[in-house]
Protein backbone atom coordinates (compact mmCIF):
# COMPACT_ATOMS: atom_id res chain seq x y z
CA UNK A 1 0.00 0.00 0.00
CA UNK A 2 3.12 2.15 0.68
CA UNK A 3 4.39 1.61 -2.45
CA UNK A 4 1.18 1.83 -4.44
CA UNK A 5 1.19 5.50 -2.81
CA UNK A 6 4.40 6.68 -3.69
CA UNK A 7 4.31 5.54 -7.18
CA UNK A 8 1.00 7.25 -7.22
CA UNK A 9 2.46 10.77 -6.13
CA UNK A 10 5.08 10.24 -8.57
CA UNK A 11 3.17 9.78 -11.09
CA UNK A 12 1.38 13.18 -10.21
CA UNK A 13 4.15 15.19 -9.52
CA UNK A 14 5.94 14.08 -12.47
CA UNK A 15 3.04 14.42 -14.64
CA UNK A 16 2.65 18.14 -13.04
CA UNK A 17 6.54 18.67 -13.82
CA UNK A 18 6.08 18.20 -17.27
CA UNK A 19 2.83 19.83 -18.02
CA UNK A 20 3.46 23.53 -15.75
CA UNK A 21 6.00 25.88 -17.60
CA UNK A 22 7.71 28.67 -15.81
CA UNK A 23 5.16 31.86 -15.97
CA UNK A 24 6.50 35.37 -17.84
CA UNK A 25 8.95 34.40 -20.60
CA UNK A 26 10.42 36.55 -23.28
CA UNK A 27 10.56 36.00 -27.18
CA UNK A 28 12.66 39.28 -28.25
CA UNK A 29 12.43 39.03 -32.13
CA UNK A 30 14.50 41.09 -34.31
CA UNK A 31 14.95 41.53 -37.80
CA UNK A 32 17.52 43.21 -40.00
CA UNK A 33 16.94 45.89 -42.41
CA UNK A 34 12.93 46.31 -42.29
CA UNK A 35 11.09 49.11 -42.46
CA UNK A 36 6.91 48.55 -40.72
CA UNK A 37 6.03 46.83 -44.34
CA UNK A 38 3.75 44.41 -42.78
CA UNK A 39 0.22 44.12 -43.13
CA UNK A 40 -1.00 45.29 -39.78
CA UNK A 41 0.73 48.84 -40.62
CA UNK A 42 -1.58 49.05 -43.75
CA UNK A 43 0.73 47.69 -46.26
CA UNK A 44 -1.10 46.55 -49.56
CA UNK A 45 1.21 43.88 -50.39
CA UNK A 46 2.69 42.60 -47.71
CA UNK A 47 1.58 39.06 -46.89
CA UNK A 48 2.39 38.75 -42.81
CA UNK A 49 -0.07 37.11 -41.05
CA UNK A 50 1.52 35.91 -38.04
CA UNK A 51 2.65 39.39 -36.88
CA UNK A 52 -0.86 40.93 -38.10
CA UNK A 53 -2.28 38.17 -35.55
CA UNK A 54 0.19 38.83 -33.21
CA UNK A 55 -0.79 42.89 -33.11
CA UNK A 56 -4.39 41.91 -33.24
CA UNK A 57 -3.88 40.65 -29.83
CA UNK A 58 -1.27 43.35 -28.61
CA UNK A 59 -0.03 46.55 -29.15
CA UNK A 60 1.30 47.98 -32.34
CA UNK A 61 3.13 51.02 -32.22
CA UNK A 62 3.02 53.54 -34.93
CA UNK A 63 5.71 55.47 -33.24
CA UNK A 64 8.56 53.43 -32.70
CA UNK A 65 12.02 54.87 -33.41
CA UNK A 66 15.69 53.12 -34.09
CA UNK A 67 18.09 55.74 -32.74
CA UNK A 68 20.61 54.86 -34.95
CA UNK A 69 19.83 53.48 -38.90
CA UNK A 70 23.19 51.10 -38.42
CA UNK A 71 23.01 46.81 -37.46
CA UNK A 72 25.54 46.76 -35.29
CA UNK A 73 25.47 49.81 -33.38
CA UNK A 74 21.62 49.79 -33.49
CA UNK A 75 21.62 46.31 -31.92
CA UNK A 76 24.28 47.81 -29.10
CA UNK A 77 21.43 50.27 -28.17
CA UNK A 78 19.07 47.54 -27.95
CA UNK A 79 21.07 45.50 -25.72
CA UNK A 80 22.31 48.27 -23.48
CA UNK A 81 19.53 50.84 -23.10
CA UNK A 82 22.28 53.64 -23.90
CA UNK A 83 22.57 55.51 -26.68
CA UNK A 84 25.58 54.55 -29.21
CA UNK A 85 27.77 57.60 -27.45
CA UNK A 86 27.24 56.45 -23.96
CA UNK A 87 27.85 52.56 -24.53
CA UNK A 88 30.97 52.65 -26.98
CA UNK A 89 30.23 51.22 -29.86
CA UNK A 90 29.60 53.94 -32.73
CA UNK A 91 29.49 51.43 -35.60
CA UNK A 92 30.00 47.89 -36.97
CA UNK A 93 31.83 45.50 -34.39
CA UNK A 94 33.04 42.81 -37.32
CA UNK A 95 36.10 42.78 -39.15
CA UNK A 96 38.40 45.70 -39.63
CA UNK A 97 35.29 47.67 -38.04
CA UNK A 98 35.82 46.85 -34.65
CA UNK A 99 33.78 48.50 -32.95
CA UNK A 100 32.54 47.45 -29.35
CA UNK A 101 31.01 48.64 -25.95
CA UNK A 102 32.79 49.62 -22.89
CA UNK A 103 33.86 46.54 -20.74
CA UNK A 104 31.36 48.31 -17.88
CA UNK A 105 28.49 48.41 -19.86
CA UNK A 106 28.02 44.69 -18.52
CA UNK A 107 25.98 46.05 -15.72
CA UNK A 108 23.28 47.25 -17.50
CA UNK A 109 23.63 44.79 -20.47
CA UNK A 110 20.25 43.14 -21.67
CA UNK A 111 21.35 39.08 -21.19
CA UNK A 112 23.15 39.61 -18.24
CA UNK A 113 20.47 41.57 -16.29
CA UNK A 114 18.36 39.16 -17.25
CA UNK A 115 20.05 36.30 -16.10
CA UNK A 116 20.01 38.44 -12.38
CA UNK A 117 16.69 38.22 -12.70
CA UNK A 118 16.74 35.17 -13.04
CA UNK A 119 16.07 33.95 -16.45
CA UNK A 120 18.19 31.51 -18.38
CA UNK A 121 18.89 33.28 -21.60
CA UNK A 122 19.54 32.17 -25.43
CA UNK A 123 20.08 33.53 -28.34
CA UNK A 124 20.27 32.76 -31.90
CA UNK A 125 20.72 34.35 -35.56
CA UNK A 126 23.03 37.75 -35.67
CA UNK A 127 24.45 38.84 -32.90
CA UNK A 128 26.71 41.74 -33.88
CA UNK A 129 27.88 43.16 -30.83
CA UNK A 130 31.05 43.17 -28.66
CA UNK A 131 32.13 42.14 -26.19
CA UNK A 132 30.62 39.01 -25.88
CA UNK A 133 31.72 39.25 -21.91
CA UNK A 134 29.19 42.08 -21.96
CA UNK A 135 26.59 41.14 -24.13
CA UNK A 136 26.70 36.69 -23.01
CA UNK A 137 23.78 34.46 -23.27
CA UNK A 138 23.92 31.14 -21.46
CA UNK A 139 23.13 28.75 -24.28
CA UNK A 140 23.94 30.12 -28.12
CA UNK A 141 22.13 28.33 -30.95
CA UNK A 142 22.90 27.98 -34.67
CA UNK A 143 20.70 28.74 -37.91
CA UNK A 144 20.51 29.97 -40.95
CA UNK A 145 19.68 33.58 -40.76
CA UNK A 146 17.83 33.70 -43.80
CA UNK A 147 15.63 31.00 -42.62
CA UNK A 148 13.93 31.77 -40.15
CA UNK A 149 11.75 28.65 -39.82
CA UNK A 150 14.81 26.24 -39.36
CA UNK A 151 15.78 28.86 -36.71
CA UNK A 152 13.02 28.24 -35.10
CA UNK A 153 12.77 24.43 -35.19
CA UNK A 154 16.15 24.75 -33.72
CA UNK A 155 14.72 27.06 -30.44
CA UNK A 156 12.56 24.18 -29.50
CA UNK A 157 14.01 22.65 -27.39
CA UNK A 158 15.43 25.57 -25.77
CA UNK A 159 11.93 27.04 -25.47
CA UNK A 160 10.43 23.69 -24.56
CA UNK A 161 13.09 22.76 -21.37
CA UNK A 162 11.22 21.30 -18.70
CA UNK A 163 14.71 20.38 -16.33
CA UNK A 164 14.97 24.08 -15.75
CA UNK A 165 12.52 25.53 -13.85
CA UNK A 166 13.56 29.48 -14.97
CA UNK A 167 11.64 31.18 -16.80
CA UNK A 168 13.32 32.16 -20.57
CA UNK A 169 14.94 34.14 -22.66
CA UNK A 170 15.03 34.14 -26.34
CA UNK A 171 17.02 36.65 -28.94
CA UNK A 172 15.93 35.60 -31.70
CA UNK A 173 17.81 37.66 -34.71
CA UNK A 174 17.23 37.03 -38.43
CA UNK A 175 19.68 38.49 -41.24
CA UNK A 176 16.46 39.10 -43.22
CA UNK A 177 16.07 41.05 -45.15
CA UNK A 178 19.63 42.18 -45.35
CA UNK A 179 20.92 42.71 -48.89
CA UNK A 180 23.19 39.76 -50.05
CA UNK A 181 23.17 36.49 -51.69
CA UNK A 182 24.03 37.75 -55.29
CA UNK A 183 21.94 39.53 -58.15
CA UNK A 184 19.38 38.11 -59.76
CA UNK A 185 20.65 37.42 -62.96
CA UNK A 186 17.03 36.29 -64.38
CA UNK A 187 16.11 40.15 -64.51
CA UNK A 188 16.69 41.69 -68.22
CA UNK A 189 17.42 45.22 -66.60
CA UNK A 190 20.90 46.19 -66.94
CA UNK A 191 21.47 47.25 -63.16
CA UNK A 192 20.30 43.51 -61.19
CA UNK A 193 18.78 43.17 -58.43
CA UNK A 194 20.11 42.04 -55.01
CA UNK A 195 18.37 39.06 -54.15
CA UNK A 196 18.19 39.91 -50.25
CA UNK A 197 19.09 36.58 -49.27
CA UNK A 198 16.33 34.61 -51.43
CA UNK A 199 17.36 31.63 -53.49
CA UNK A 200 18.50 32.63 -57.07
CA UNK A 201 16.06 31.26 -59.91
CA UNK A 202 13.05 31.69 -57.45
CA UNK A 203 14.26 28.39 -55.02
CA UNK A 204 12.87 27.89 -51.94
CA UNK A 205 14.48 27.73 -48.28
CA UNK A 206 14.14 24.18 -46.60
CA UNK A 207 10.32 24.57 -44.82
CA UNK A 208 9.87 27.64 -46.34
CA UNK A 209 6.56 28.81 -48.79
CA UNK A 210 8.33 31.23 -50.51
CA UNK A 211 6.39 34.35 -51.21
CA UNK A 212 7.17 35.53 -54.77
CA UNK A 213 6.34 39.37 -55.65
CA UNK A 214 5.41 41.24 -58.87
CA UNK A 215 7.72 44.29 -59.75
CA UNK A 216 4.77 45.83 -61.08
CA UNK A 217 2.49 45.22 -57.69
CA UNK A 218 5.01 46.75 -55.26
CA UNK A 219 4.83 50.30 -53.78
CA UNK A 220 7.21 52.87 -53.81
CA UNK A 221 8.52 54.53 -50.87
CA UNK A 222 8.12 58.28 -51.02
CA UNK A 223 12.03 57.91 -50.68
CA UNK A 224 12.34 56.31 -53.70
CA UNK A 225 12.07 56.94 -57.55
CA UNK A 226 9.73 54.87 -59.37
CA UNK A 227 11.75 52.98 -62.01
CA UNK A 228 11.76 49.34 -63.39
CA UNK A 229 15.39 49.07 -60.48
CA UNK A 230 13.62 50.19 -57.77
CA UNK A 231 10.69 47.77 -58.54
CA UNK A 232 12.81 44.69 -58.66
CA UNK A 233 14.90 45.28 -55.63
CA UNK A 234 11.63 45.99 -53.39
CA UNK A 235 10.07 42.65 -55.29
CA UNK A 236 13.07 41.26 -54.07
CA UNK A 237 12.79 42.84 -50.12
CA UNK A 238 8.91 41.39 -49.49
CA UNK A 239 9.99 38.06 -50.33
CA UNK A 240 12.62 38.15 -48.06
CA UNK A 241 10.04 39.72 -45.04
CA UNK A 242 7.56 37.30 -45.81
CA UNK A 243 10.11 34.50 -44.87
CA UNK A 244 10.18 36.39 -41.64
CA UNK A 245 6.93 35.80 -40.97
CA UNK A 246 6.96 32.12 -41.70
CA UNK A 247 9.52 32.25 -38.65
CA UNK A 248 7.43 34.18 -36.62
CA UNK A 249 4.62 31.39 -36.99
CA UNK A 250 6.77 28.53 -36.18
CA UNK A 251 7.56 30.28 -32.98
CA UNK A 252 3.94 30.68 -31.98
CA UNK A 253 3.09 26.80 -33.08
CA UNK A 254 5.80 25.54 -30.76
CA UNK A 255 5.23 28.23 -27.84
CA UNK A 256 0.91 26.64 -28.39
CA UNK A 257 2.37 23.29 -28.47
CA UNK A 258 4.03 23.52 -25.26
CA UNK A 259 1.56 25.52 -23.48
CA UNK A 260 3.93 28.46 -23.55
CA UNK A 261 1.56 30.99 -25.88
CA UNK A 262 -0.09 32.43 -22.82
CA UNK A 263 3.11 33.15 -20.46
CA UNK A 264 5.20 34.31 -22.96
CA UNK A 265 6.09 38.06 -23.90
CA UNK A 266 6.96 38.66 -28.18
CA UNK A 267 8.60 41.74 -29.08
CA UNK A 268 8.81 42.15 -32.66
CA UNK A 269 10.71 44.85 -34.42
CA UNK A 270 13.60 45.71 -36.39
CA UNK A 271 17.30 47.49 -35.96
CA UNK A 272 16.42 49.77 -38.49
CA UNK A 273 14.87 50.54 -41.53
CA UNK A 274 14.87 49.11 -45.08
CA UNK A 275 18.73 48.67 -46.98
CA UNK A 276 17.99 51.35 -49.25
CA UNK A 277 19.40 54.84 -50.08
CA UNK A 278 17.51 57.30 -47.65
CA UNK A 279 16.63 54.53 -45.57
CA UNK A 280 19.50 52.48 -43.92
CA UNK A 281 22.57 54.58 -42.62
CA UNK A 282 19.65 58.24 -42.76
CA UNK A 283 18.56 59.83 -39.96
CA UNK A 284 15.40 60.50 -42.28
CA UNK A 285 12.22 58.41 -41.23
CA UNK A 286 13.18 55.72 -43.31
CA UNK A 287 15.51 55.59 -41.68
CA UNK A 288 14.79 55.11 -38.27
CA UNK A 289 11.34 54.36 -38.20
CA UNK A 290 10.53 50.36 -37.36
CA UNK A 291 8.04 48.10 -37.05
CA UNK A 292 7.14 47.60 -33.55
CA UNK A 293 4.62 44.39 -31.92
CA UNK A 294 4.39 43.87 -28.44
CA UNK A 295 1.96 40.83 -27.29
CA UNK A 296 1.58 40.66 -23.61
CA UNK A 297 -0.16 37.59 -22.71
CA UNK A 298 -0.90 38.95 -19.19
CA UNK A 299 -2.36 42.27 -20.38
CA UNK A 300 -6.38 42.75 -20.47
CA UNK A 301 -6.76 44.91 -23.15
CA UNK A 302 -5.63 43.65 -26.56
CA UNK A 303 -5.89 44.77 -30.41
CA UNK A 304 -4.30 48.42 -29.41
CA UNK A 305 -2.65 51.01 -32.34
CA UNK A 306 -0.45 53.03 -30.08
CA UNK A 307 0.69 56.24 -31.14
CA UNK A 308 2.95 57.29 -28.40
CA UNK A 309 6.61 57.83 -29.40
CA UNK A 310 9.06 54.90 -27.87
CA UNK A 311 12.38 54.56 -28.93
CA UNK A 312 15.13 51.46 -28.51
CA UNK A 313 16.73 52.57 -25.76
CA UNK A 314 13.61 51.43 -24.19
CA UNK A 315 13.67 47.73 -25.03
CA UNK A 316 16.02 46.78 -22.26
CA UNK A 317 14.51 48.67 -19.30
CA UNK A 318 11.38 47.27 -20.60
CA UNK A 319 12.19 43.79 -20.42
CA UNK A 320 14.12 44.18 -17.62
CA UNK A 321 10.74 45.41 -16.17
CA UNK A 322 8.60 42.65 -17.04
CA UNK A 323 10.87 40.76 -15.39
CA UNK A 324 10.26 42.38 -12.04
CA UNK A 325 14.20 43.32 -11.90
CA UNK A 326 13.52 46.54 -12.67
CA UNK A 327 13.98 49.33 -9.67
CA UNK A 328 11.82 52.51 -10.47
CA UNK A 329 14.62 54.48 -8.16
CA UNK A 330 17.44 54.48 -10.43
CA UNK A 331 15.94 52.93 -13.69
CA UNK A 332 18.36 50.49 -13.02
CA UNK A 333 18.51 46.75 -12.50
CA UNK A 334 17.36 45.80 -9.01
CA UNK A 335 20.52 43.40 -8.33
CA UNK A 336 22.94 46.27 -10.00
CA UNK A 337 26.74 44.50 -10.44
CA UNK A 338 29.39 46.87 -9.84
CA UNK A 339 31.26 46.56 -13.40
CA UNK A 340 34.97 47.43 -11.01
CA UNK A 341 34.06 44.54 -8.85
CA UNK A 342 32.83 42.47 -11.63
CA UNK A 343 35.96 42.35 -13.37
CA UNK A 344 38.45 41.93 -10.47
CA UNK A 345 36.94 38.83 -9.23
CA UNK A 346 37.42 37.85 -13.07
CA UNK A 347 40.76 38.60 -12.72
CA UNK A 348 40.80 41.30 -15.68
CA UNK A 349 43.15 44.19 -15.86
CA UNK A 350 41.66 47.76 -14.60
CA UNK A 351 43.76 49.84 -15.90
CA UNK A 352 42.33 49.77 -19.53
CA UNK A 353 39.28 52.49 -20.16
CA UNK A 354 36.48 50.59 -19.53
CA UNK A 355 34.01 53.23 -19.06
CA UNK A 356 34.82 56.37 -20.74
CA UNK A 357 34.55 57.99 -17.82
CA UNK A 358 29.99 56.44 -17.24
CA UNK A 359 29.14 55.05 -14.33
CA UNK A 360 26.80 52.71 -16.25
CA UNK A 361 24.33 52.80 -13.26
CA UNK A 362 20.99 53.74 -15.25
CA UNK A 363 19.50 53.25 -18.53
CA UNK A 364 18.86 56.42 -21.53
CA UNK A 365 15.49 54.65 -22.02
CA UNK A 366 12.13 54.11 -20.08
CA UNK A 367 9.99 51.11 -19.65
CA UNK A 368 6.87 50.92 -22.09
CA UNK A 369 5.20 48.03 -19.77
CA UNK A 370 3.26 50.56 -18.35
CA UNK A 371 1.48 51.45 -21.42
CA UNK A 372 0.70 48.24 -23.04
CA UNK A 373 -3.12 48.30 -23.75
CA UNK A 374 -3.62 51.64 -23.80
CA UNK A 375 -4.28 53.60 -26.58
CA UNK A 376 -4.43 56.87 -25.34
CA UNK A 377 -1.31 56.55 -23.19
CA UNK A 378 2.18 58.77 -24.18
CA UNK A 379 5.53 57.83 -23.79
CA UNK A 380 8.09 60.47 -24.76
CA UNK A 381 6.98 63.69 -26.27
CA UNK A 382 10.77 64.21 -27.36
CA UNK A 383 13.03 61.23 -28.84
CA UNK A 384 16.81 61.84 -29.54
CA UNK A 385 18.63 59.63 -32.46
CA UNK A 386 22.64 59.62 -32.68
CA UNK A 387 24.60 58.37 -35.43
CA UNK A 388 28.30 58.58 -36.16
CA UNK A 389 29.40 55.42 -37.96
CA UNK A 390 28.15 52.85 -39.90
CA UNK A 391 31.57 51.22 -41.98
CA UNK A 392 34.46 52.25 -40.28
CA UNK A 393 35.11 54.78 -43.37
CA UNK A 394 31.80 56.11 -43.08
CA UNK A 395 32.65 59.15 -40.30
CA UNK A 396 29.06 61.20 -40.79
CA UNK A 397 27.83 62.13 -37.66
CA UNK A 398 24.34 63.47 -37.13
CA UNK A 399 22.49 64.12 -34.25
CA UNK A 400 18.54 64.37 -33.99
CA UNK A 401 15.66 65.71 -32.00
CA UNK A 402 12.44 64.85 -32.92
CA UNK A 403 8.49 65.86 -31.34
CA UNK A 404 5.36 64.98 -32.62
CA UNK A 405 5.61 68.74 -34.53
CA UNK A 406 9.02 69.20 -35.47
CA UNK A 407 12.14 67.49 -36.64
CA UNK A 408 15.89 68.76 -36.29
CA UNK A 409 18.84 67.23 -38.16
CA UNK A 410 22.65 68.33 -37.19
CA UNK A 411 24.99 66.89 -40.07
CA UNK A 412 28.04 67.83 -38.07
CA UNK A 413 29.94 66.76 -40.41
CA UNK A 414 27.93 68.16 -43.69
CA UNK A 415 30.96 69.61 -45.36
CA UNK A 416 31.67 66.51 -46.27
CA UNK A 417 29.86 64.49 -48.93
CA UNK A 418 27.82 61.93 -47.35
CA UNK A 419 29.10 58.59 -47.28
CA UNK A 420 27.59 55.25 -48.73
CA UNK A 421 27.29 51.95 -46.88
CA UNK A 422 29.12 48.95 -49.94
CA UNK A 423 26.00 47.32 -50.47
CA UNK A 424 23.78 50.64 -50.67
CA UNK A 425 26.24 52.51 -53.21
CA UNK A 426 25.81 49.13 -55.52
CA UNK A 427 22.43 49.18 -55.28
CA UNK A 428 20.43 49.05 -58.64
CA UNK A 429 17.90 50.96 -57.25
CA UNK A 430 20.54 53.78 -56.31
CA UNK A 431 22.82 53.36 -59.34
CA UNK A 432 20.11 54.19 -62.01
CA UNK A 433 19.83 57.49 -60.42
CA UNK A 434 23.11 58.08 -59.71
CA UNK A 435 24.20 57.10 -63.17
CA UNK A 436 21.92 60.01 -64.62
CA UNK A 437 23.96 62.74 -62.90
CA UNK A 438 23.32 65.72 -59.66
CA UNK A 439 19.86 66.51 -60.92
CA UNK A 440 18.91 63.27 -61.60
CA UNK A 441 15.61 63.15 -58.88
CA UNK A 442 15.49 60.67 -55.45
CA UNK A 443 12.70 60.08 -53.59
CA UNK A 444 11.90 63.97 -52.29
CA UNK A 445 15.12 65.16 -53.34
CA UNK A 446 17.91 65.07 -56.08
CA UNK A 447 20.80 62.60 -56.23
CA UNK A 448 23.15 65.82 -55.40
CA UNK A 449 20.58 66.98 -52.48
CA UNK A 450 21.39 63.39 -51.11
CA UNK A 451 24.99 63.66 -51.19
CA UNK A 452 25.62 66.97 -50.18
CA UNK A 453 23.65 67.48 -47.04
CA UNK A 454 23.34 71.56 -45.50
CA UNK A 455 23.99 71.89 -41.40
CA UNK A 456 20.68 71.41 -40.64
CA UNK A 457 17.58 70.09 -42.16
CA UNK A 458 14.33 71.21 -39.56
CA UNK A 459 11.18 69.71 -40.57
CA UNK A 460 7.14 70.76 -39.74
CA UNK A 461 7.35 66.35 -39.29
CA UNK A 462 3.42 66.57 -38.33
CA UNK A 463 2.68 68.19 -41.69
CA UNK A 464 5.78 66.83 -43.92
CA UNK A 465 5.67 63.49 -42.55
CA UNK A 466 7.92 62.98 -46.04
CA UNK A 467 10.82 65.13 -45.18
CA UNK A 468 10.63 67.41 -48.45
CA UNK A 469 10.97 70.67 -47.63
CA UNK A 470 14.18 72.29 -44.92
CA UNK A 471 12.87 74.84 -42.99
CA UNK A 472 16.28 75.92 -41.45
CA UNK A 473 16.50 77.88 -44.66
CA UNK A 474 13.91 79.87 -44.16
CA UNK A 475 14.50 83.37 -41.84
CA UNK A 476 10.53 83.13 -40.86
CA UNK A 477 11.65 79.97 -39.15
CA UNK A 478 14.47 81.33 -37.25
CA UNK A 479 12.99 80.99 -33.89
CA UNK A 480 12.16 77.33 -34.33
CA UNK A 481 15.32 76.51 -35.46
CA UNK A 482 17.10 78.10 -32.61
CA UNK A 483 14.52 76.42 -29.98
CA UNK A 484 15.37 73.11 -31.44
CA UNK A 485 19.45 73.57 -31.65
CA UNK A 486 18.50 74.32 -27.96
CA UNK A 487 16.57 71.39 -26.95
CA UNK A 488 19.12 69.10 -28.89
CA UNK A 489 22.10 70.50 -26.92
CA UNK A 490 19.88 69.76 -23.40
CA UNK A 491 19.61 66.33 -24.59
CA UNK A 492 23.32 65.96 -25.70
CA UNK A 493 24.35 67.71 -21.77
CA UNK A 494 22.07 65.12 -20.12
CA UNK A 495 22.42 61.65 -22.27
CA UNK A 496 26.60 62.69 -22.51
CA UNK A 497 27.39 63.08 -25.84
CA UNK A 498 30.74 64.16 -26.77
CA UNK A 499 29.93 65.39 -29.83
CA UNK A 500 27.98 68.44 -27.69
CA UNK A 501 31.89 69.75 -27.89
CA UNK A 502 30.86 70.68 -31.59
CA UNK A 503 28.72 73.45 -31.38
CA UNK A 504 31.98 75.87 -30.24
CA UNK A 505 34.15 75.00 -32.93
CA UNK A 506 34.10 73.64 -36.79
Known amino acids: ?126 YHVAPETVYHYETYMKGNGRNAVAMAENCREFITNRSDDRPFFLYFGTSDPHRGGGKDQTSSSKLKPDLFGNRPKKGSHDGVEEVFYDPADVPIPHFMTDTQETREELAQYYQSCARIDQGVARLVKILKEADLYDKTLIVFTSDHGMAFSGGKTTVFEAGLKVPFVVRNPYNENRGVRSTAMISHIDITPSLLDFAGGLDPKTNGPKDWVDPDKFWKERGENLKENRNGGHKFRSYHGKSWIPILGDPDAEHWDTIFASHTFHEIQMYYPMRVVRDKEYKLIWNIAHGLPYPFASDLWAASSWQAQYQKGMTAPYGQKTVGDYIHRPKFELYHIAEDPYESENLAVKSEYAEILKTYQEKLKQFQEEMEDPWIMKWDYE
Open 1 to 126: MHKLLCLTLLTIFGFAHTSIAAEKNIIFFITDDESPTLGCYGDPVAKTPAIDAIAEDGTLFLNAFATTASCSASRSVVMSGLHNHKNGQYGHQHHYHKFSSFDNVVSLALPRVLANAGYRTGHIGK
